[in-house]
């Protein structure tokens, strides 16, 4: 069987890095934080120092508590509606590419309403609506999330779909009599792995976007913590405008590196799929090291086929320099 | 023509979907937030506000659902969107003072933001593998960032900190909105950092995705052929840019939906007195009336917007139309 080739490129090891360090929060999180979030028994607006690592609120309650807290809450909405809305489009997707007729139609006009109305409108209309001991509830959160949130995957793995529909080996099974549901799902579905895999990344990264957002507009449960009830509440006290940064530039920060963990995994996966991106992503020393030109201008971006750390024979056609 | 038609079609629909979203949620919740709504309001409003309230929602309960739906579409066919809570006005009375803030604010920044994004993406993908490459990380660090926040930062920088741009509002308050010299030249000053924050927020974007399209064609033969021919670099790179830049167009549909929802809360943060802000004070104060209105403009216009977008792309890549011609 052949190896599973990980792209080492640094991004991608330093994206792997950031998203299990906050994994690891999401779980440990809530036990390391020093103090309770609610706690408001410390001096107000402290700035921050050995004792308050962020500082303090103006209730003189313990930032650095918040973020740690606050990180469970953020990432196991971003996961449920992640994996949610995966599946989502995986089933639609599939279904509409696979079986097409009709189906298709059908299935690609919804698809296509969702992605063209906005996204956030339409959750804050959803979530204004909700009750409000709905709006605490992780759960809740996660699938309206999810509801705007699929489309986009849908129509990517519906094209990659049909794409593989007419392959020999779909048509095999479809001769020897597999069902329908069996050629869909175990030949097809396992062939989208990449695919599936960045549109999962793509979902994540909108749902933290999208549940951070709701929070920030006070649309969610002000006693659950999260990175965005922290920014809400910063923004309530006009923290931005009093020069107190320490309040809302950790949450911020958290949920920025949190994206770019995310963005940079995908990139390893592009890379994964796209051959030529993986040596146009190459630092100049690792370049020279594997006998390509210095700079590339033209032609074919050369494949690279072996890890970058092993220097080994390239295939490549030969690069054309001006 | 197709093409266009079956455009037409699907946001038609879409606008159905969104119009019809609007009437069924509020029925849909448990509770019946509109009889409590009204409840709460009795007594603050006038007795044909709240007869105007209730016809934008379809009239009263006891009648059939159906009937209620028909109801609900005619008064938003007479331009009834119901009356603002809070305000006391006729939701579209409020919604043509705060539109046109926001459609330059976000029109201005989404141009921009795709201009500089394509170029800058363009100029990447030709040299990559060069330093150039680091930017990447730093964008899609940006790219991260969400909009509101990164607007926060500049509002504590470059407003409060450094004092180099105005901030809160759209117009210096001594003046008074008007065709006037001195207040569009107010109007373009407030509006510096707002476009700004939204213009790097976005950018990222249309930056990767230029690049990654750039380097599968310059592998074509024709950008080859374009070199062995003499021609000058810049004239190489307008050539490849240009095969390149179609996807982006083709996506740009997509992504207005995005940037408008990040855009929004932009508004917010600077307090911009467009839809954006708002829709946060309407949230805030449970103004449904308010908030459907605002939600069915911006769905709306996001639509026209995608449209128009089609209707480009339309035009600069002929094998759409021969597509349409067979």
């Not at chain 1, 979902?203 to 659950?224: E, R, W």
């Not at chain 2, 000058?232 to 840019?241: E, G, L, S, T």
């Amino acid at each position: 069987m052949k190896k599973l080739r990980i792209p080492r490129s640094p991004k991608v090891i330093l994206g792997l890095c950031i998203v299990v360090f906050f994994l690891l929060l999401t779980i440990f999180g809530p036990l390391l934080a020093p103090f309770s979030p609610d706690d408001t028994s410390f001096a107000p607006l402290l700035t921050p120092s050995a004792h308050h690592w962020f500082g303090t609120t103006s209730l003189g309650q313990d930032i650095f508590s918040q973020t740690l807290v606050g990180a469970r809450a953020t990432i196991v909405v971003a996961l449920v509606a992640g994996l949610v809305a995966t599946m989502l489009s995986m089933v639609v997707g599939i279904s509409a590419g696979y079986l097409g007729g009709y189906t298709d139609d059908g299935l690609s006009l919804m698809s296509n309403v969702f992605l063209a109305i906005p996204g956030l409108p339409l959750l804050i209309v959803i979530d204004s609506y909700l009750p409000v001991n709905s709006r605490s509830n992780s759960l809740v959160i996660g699938l309206i999330i999810a509801l705007t949130g699929w489309a986009w995957g849908a129509r990517v793995i519906r094209a990659q779909t049909m794409s593989l529909r007419n392959r020999d080996f779909v048509e095999a099974s479809r001769i020897i009599g597999e069902k329908r549901h069996r050629v869909m799902f175990f030949e097809v579905a396992p062939n989208l792995l990449p695919i599936l895999a960045s549109s999962l990344l793509f979902t994540l990264l909108y749902s933290i976007g999208a549940y951070v957002t709701l929070a920030y507009i006070g649309l969610t449960s002000t006693s659950v913590w999260n990175w965005g009830t922290m920014l809400f509440w910063a923004q309530n006290n006009n923290a931005p405008l009093s020069g107190e940064w320490y309040w809302f530039v950790p949450p911020g920060v958290c949920i920025a590196l949190v994206g770019t963990g995310l963005a940079l995994l995908n990139f390893g996966i592009d890379e994964f799929i796209n051959p030529r991106l993986r040596a146009a992503g190459l630092s100049s020393k690792q370049r020279r090291k594997l006998g390509l030109p210095r700079r590339q201008r033209l032609g074919l971006t050369p494949v690279v086929r072996s890890n970058v750390t092993t220097p080994a024979p390239i295939a490549t056609t030969k690069p054309v320099t001006t | 023509m197709r093409l266009i038609g079956r455009r037409l079609a699907l946001y038609s629909v879409t606008a159905w979907v969104a119009i019809s979203v609007n009437f069924i949620l509020p029925h849909l919740m448990p509770g019946d937030p509109i009889q409590t709504l009204i409840g709460k309001i009795q007594g603050q409003v006038t007795p044909q506000e709240i007869e105007a309230i209730r016809l934008s929602f379809g009239g009263g309960l006891d009648k059939p659902l159906l009937t209620q739906y028909f109801t609900y579409l005619s008064q938003l066919l007479h331009g009834n969107l119901g009356v603002s809570i809070t305000l006391s006005q006729p939701v579209t009375t409020i919604l043509k003072q705060s539109v046109p803030w926001t459609l330059g604010l976000i029109g201005i920044s989404t141009i921009l933001s795709f201009i500089i994004g394509t170029v800058c993406g363009a100029l990447l993908g030709w040299t990559r593998g060069s330093r150039l490459d680091s930017l990447i990380p730093t964008a899609t660090f940006f790219q991260a960032i969400p909009y509101f926040f990164l607007a926060t930062v500049m509002l504590l920088v470059f407003g409060s900190d450094l004092h180099l741009f105005p901030v809160l509002g759209a117009y210096s308050q001594n003046l008074h909105p008007g065709w006037t010299w001195a207040f569009a030249a107010s109007a373009v000053r407030y509006a510096e950092l707002p476009v700004v924050s939204i213009v790097l927020s976005s950018i990222a974007g249309w930056m990767l995705g230029m690049r990654n399209m750039m380097i599968t064609v310059v592998a074509e033969d024709f950008v080859l052929m374009a070199v062995a021919m003499g021609l000058p670099k810049r004239k190489v790179i307008m050539a490849a840019a240009r095969n390149a830049v179609l996807p982006s167009i083709a996506n740009l549909s997509l992504a207005i939906g995005l940037v408008v929802s990040g855009a929004l809360l932009v508004e917010l943060v600077f307090n911009y007195p467009g839809v954006g802000d708002l829709l946060l004070n309407a949230v805030q104060n449970e103004d449904y009336p308010l908030i459907q209105g605002i939600f069915l403009v911006i769905t709306l216009a996001v639509l026209a917007a995608n449209l128009l977008a089609d209707l480009v792309y339309l035009g600069l890549d002929p094998r759409t139309r021969t597509e349409t011609a067979t």
